[in-house]
């Protein structure tokens, strides 16, 4: 998430001559207390141009510009509103599922054509509002629920979240060595927190020089800075200081602009391919994957090239792009298929082992590896195509579940119908439906987004 609040503060990848977006729009969703607002306020600090606000003492007009009336003359007047007052800079919105879904729609506009347009009240404008957006929310039950997809939890319409390049899911996890971590730095805030009268360190997080820029005419900009505020040398628990992102940051943004080289749009357009072929069945994504993604893909690039002080963006930064796409993409999948592999790895370092220490005689030989492969593969075929078979008795069968739900649902005033009811209502058909070709039916229709099966009950959406 560091990364692309970085990107995020780097980007700014205009052509000349076009409309097309140039900021990175960032959504953090997750369980409370997981310091998504701690990282909105970081990127709020360090950003030159930002503007806060919350979703919930926030709206439609309040976020892009109202018309008003003056109280001595009469005369309609425009008000700019938080994005257009952000303008070329970073716009942040805490607590964004607070707002309601007609202010969602109202920063739809801004959100992709980054411009606002009015025409209210003989009044007939288009305001730039050149702006970035990080923006964090809470799932939809509070907290993140694992056994639901994650589109579930976020509960946005996909109109809204394709507008955002990136969307990271934030999780509570209880691991000691992460607890142990962040008690230690907590701790550390309180203990070294600076009393009355006693003044940061130059460039620290607490200077405030270094928050308004007026130091750097009066003394050089220190690189680093250690935790209790003191200079430092690189190394030696030393931190870059928050005078020196800014102006680092600063430069990246306004005087690096790189070009795309035919090796990077070669690369890019393959990635982008892979991407879209990885998703197609739509399961375990938190973003949808549209051509938006494929801009998405050059930002980051763009972003990625600016960091490292490149005119020309290279395969090195689509690699970069796409490599943080896919964590914010398949997070939860990534993480697993990771874990997986490494404890793959470890099995067969210890097999590996085993063989050695028996002198090599628990190796088997070429023929014996070659007819166990065989029954391998002929053994994997063989449940891939019972599946196959399953899927389409499903597939079939569906539409006498959806009758039988339909007839249930209009039958009673509550939108909830328990599974026993629909199971005495399609006791009529042949064969009888199974358990487990049930289950497999009503898990098929939730991920179409037609019911919602919990405990035994199904919900009409």
């Given at each position: 998430m560091l990364r692309a609040a970085c990107c995020l503060l780097r980007a700014a990848y205009h052509l000349p001559?076009?409309?097309?977006?140039?900021?990175?729009?960032?959504?953090?969703?997750?369980?409370?207390?997981?310091?998504?607002?701690?990282?909105?306020?970081?990127?709020?600090?360090?950003?030159?141009?930002?503007?806060?606000?919350?979703?919930?003492?926030?709206?439609?007009?309040?976020?892009?510009?109202?018309?008003?009336?003056?109280?001595?003359?009469?005369?309609?007047?425009l008000e700019a509103g938080a994005m257009v007052l952000a303008d070329r800079g970073v716009c942040i919105i805490d607590e964004f599922d607070k707002m309601t879904d007609a202010d969602r729609v109202a920063i739809h506009e801004v959100m992709e054509q980054q411009t606002v347009t009015i025409s209210k009240a003989g009044i007939h404008a288009s305001l730039n509002a050149r702006c970035a957006v990080a923006a964090a929310a809470n799932p939809v039950y509070g907290q993140y629920d694992p056994n639901r997809p994650p589109m579930h939890n976020i509960g946005l319409p996909d109109s809204l979240l394709s507008r955002f390049d990136l969307l990271f899911i934030v999780l509570d996890k209880k691991e000691p060595e992460s607890d142990r971590r962040i008690s230690k730095h907590v701790l550390s805030q309180h203990s070294q927190r600076s009393g009355p009268g006693v003044k940061p360190a130059a460039g620290s997080l607490g200077d405030p020089d270094a928050a308004k820029g007026g130091s750097a005419a009066v003394q050089p900009t220190p690189m680093f800075v250690k935790a209790d505020g003191g200079s430092a040398a690189e190394g030696d628990d030393a931190r870059l200081s928050t005078a020196f992102i800014k102006k680092y940051i600063h430069f990246a943004k306004m005087r690096i602009h790189p070009k795309l080289t035919e090796e990077a749009s070669k690369r890019i357009t393959m990635l982008y391919a892979d991407l879209r072929a990885k998703v197609d069945d739509g399961k375990g994504r938190t973003l949808p994957v549209t051509a938006r993604t494929l801009e998405t893909i050059i930002r980051l690039s763009s972003a990625h090239a600016k960091a490292h002080l490149r005119n020309l963006v290279t395969v090195e930064d689509a690699d970069a792009a796409m490599k943080l796409l896919n964590f914010a993409i398949f997070s939860e999948e990534v993480a697993a298929a990771e874990k997986r592999a490494a404890g793959g790895e470890e099995e067969a370092a210890a097999e590996d082992e085993a063989g050695g220490s028996a002198g090599g005689s628990a190796r088997p030989s070429k023929p014996a590896a070659r007819e166990d492969g065989a029954a391998a593969q002929k053994a994997a075929a063989q449940p891939s195509a019972k599946a196959g078979r399953a899927l389409v008795v499903a597939k079939a069968r569906k539409e006498l579940v959806l009758s039988a739900l339909n007839t249930l649902?209009?039958?009673?005033?509550?939108e909830e119908v328990p599974k026993h009811a629909l199971q005495q209502q399609l006791q009529s058909a042949s064969p009888r439906f199974t358990d487990a070709e049930l289950e497999a039916v009503l898990t098929e229709l939730e991920e179409d987004?037609?019911?919602?099966?919990?405990?035994?009950?199904?919900?009409?959406?």
């Open positions: 001559g076009t409309h097309l977006r140039g900021d990175i729009n960032i959504l953090l969703c997750g369980d409370p207390s997981t310091a998504k607002s701690q990282l909105l306020r970081f990127v709020l600090r360090i950003a030159p141009l930002a503007i806060s606000t919350t979703g919930r003492g926030s709206s439609g007009v309040g976020l892009t510009a109202a018309v008003t009336t003056d109280e001595e003359t009469g005369d309609r007047r649902f209009d039958s009673s005033v509550e987004n037609h019911i919602m099966y919990r405990d035994g009950a199904i919900h009409r959406i």
